[in-house]
């Protein structure tokens, strides 16, 4: 049973007696959790609805890294088979005159540095995924209520209340900033 978003019940079974079980995250958990399995301290910090979002980016970034990958082998091993000297070893661009040696490095180059450029995302993906959990258990209490702002009003300013206190200053016109929190 929950009351609320995050709150439990819990029943005493021999008075029948309802009280509220606070739950507040450990950090170091949560950040131990998402580390071993992406998506676990989002759990452990009853997060489920950012699961999903975690492996999406996984599936797309690794989506990603396989399609760099399979055309950085497809213009390497048309490359080398045109170098090889091997009259048997006919790579599949042969007939294209579009596709010159020097064409063939070019992709070969692009597409080793966006296989190589997705997995140091999905690396930075990774390390996102233990800091969310761990900055999300240490806002777990923070309040986000309906008092949180700023207000900015007119006031009107005598001598002992200005900056600096300059003799001879006299009334004057002012702006009050407030933050409720």
Same mark, same amino acid.
Do not use: C
């Given at each position: &049973?929950?009351?609320?978003?995050?709150?439990?019940?819990?029943?005493?079974?021999?008075?029948?007696?309802?009280?509220?079980?606070?739950?507040?995250?450990?950090?170091?958990?949560?950040?131990?959790?998402?580390?071993?399995?992406?998506? &676990?301290?989002?759990?452990?910090?009853?997060?489920?609805?950012?699961?999903?979002?975690?492996? #999406?980016? @996984?599936? +797309?970034?690794?989506?990603? &890294? !396989?399609?760099?990958?399979?055309?950085? %082998?497809?213009?390497?091993?048309?490359? $080398?088979?045109?170098? $090889? +000297?091997?009259?048997?070893?006919?790579?599949?661009? #042969?007939?294209?005159? =579009?596709?010159?040696?020097?064409? /063939?490095? =070019?992709y070969k180059d692009y597409y080793r =540095?966006?296989? $190589?450029?997705?997995?140091? /995302?999905?690396?930075? @993906?990774? #390390?996102?995924?233990?800091? $969310?959990?761990?900055?999300?258990?240490?806002?777990?209490? @923070?309040? %986000?209520?309906?008092?949180?702002? /700023?207000?900015?009003?007119?006031?009107l300013m005598g001598p002992d209340q200005?900056?600096?206190?300059?003799? +001879?200053?006299?009334?004057? /016109?002012?702006?009050?900033?407030? %933050? !409720?929190?």
């Amino acid at each position: &049973m929950f009351s609320g978003e995050n709150d439990p019940i819990a029943i005493n079974i021999s008075t029948g007696d309802h009280s509220e079980i606070s739950f507040n995250p450990d950090p170091r958990k949560a950040s131990m959790y998402s580390a071993v399995l992406p998506g &676990m301290g989002q759990i452990y910090n009853r997060k489920y609805w950012k699961v999903p979002v975690i492996y #999406a980016g @996984f599936a +797309g970034l690794g989506w990603y &890294m !396989n399609f760099t990958n399979e055309q950085f %082998v497809r213009y390497r091993n048309a490359l $080398d088979f045109r170098i $090889d +000297g091997n009259p048997w070893t006919v790579d599949e661009f #042969a007939g294209d005159p =579009r596709y010159t040696g020097e064409v /063939l490095t =070019r992709y070969k180059d692009y597409y080793r =540095r966006q296989r $190589d450029f997705s997995i140091i /995302l999905t690396a930075l @993906f990774y #390390a996102l995924n233990v800091v $969310d959990a761990a900055v999300d258990a240490h806002l777990f209490e @923070f309040d %986000v209520g309906e008092d949180l702002g /700023l207000k900015v009003e007119p006031s009107l300013m005598g001598p002992d209340q200005q900056i600096g206190r300059r003799p +001879g200053s006299q009334m004057g /016109l002012g702006v009050r900033f407030s %933050v !409720n929190f």
